[in-house]
């Protein structure tokens, strides 16, 4: 069984930075892909960044890239996403994701692909 807990969020001004953890309770050690998704209002889910277990490749979403970066503490089994220069348009609700397979890098931030979820938090960046 899988358990994603994430947190971290909260209200920031843009500008301001947020680190977001994910504690990845993984008793089989299945899961290769772990990632952050955010969705906002009236918007669909959308990919942050994705990391893979065991070659440390990371992804990243065209509007985050430079901003964020995303880590994984192995020997605590938690995943971080780091966020600088944060504007309001990064306001949302943030989740964690994990599925069991890397390959293909294509499907990276393809959102039915992920069998595991967390609770989400909430991010709330003021202009």
């Known amino acids: 069984q899988v358990e994603l807990v994430e947190s971290g969020g909260g209200s920031v001004q843009a500008g301001g930075s947020l680190r977001l953890s994910c504690v990845v309770t993984?008793?089989?050690?299945?899961?290769?892909?772990m990632g952050w998704f955010r969705q906002a209002p009236g918007k669909e889910r959308e990919g942050v960044a994705v990391?893979?277990?065991?070659?440390?490749?990371?992804f990243y979403g065209g509007s985050v890239k430079g901003r964020f970066t995303i880590s994984r503490n192995s020997g605590k089994n938690i995943v971080y996403l780091q966020m600088n220069s944060l504007t309001p348009e990064d306001t949302g609700m943030y989740y964690c994701a994990a599925r069991k397979f890397c390959s293909p890098s294509t499907s990276a931030f393809v959102a039915p692909s992920y069998n595991y979820w967390g609770q989400g938090t909430q991010v709330t960046v003021a202009s």
């Open positions: 993984d008793n089989t050690s299945s899961t290769c892909s």
């Open positions: 990391i893979f277990r065991g070659s440390e490749t990371t």
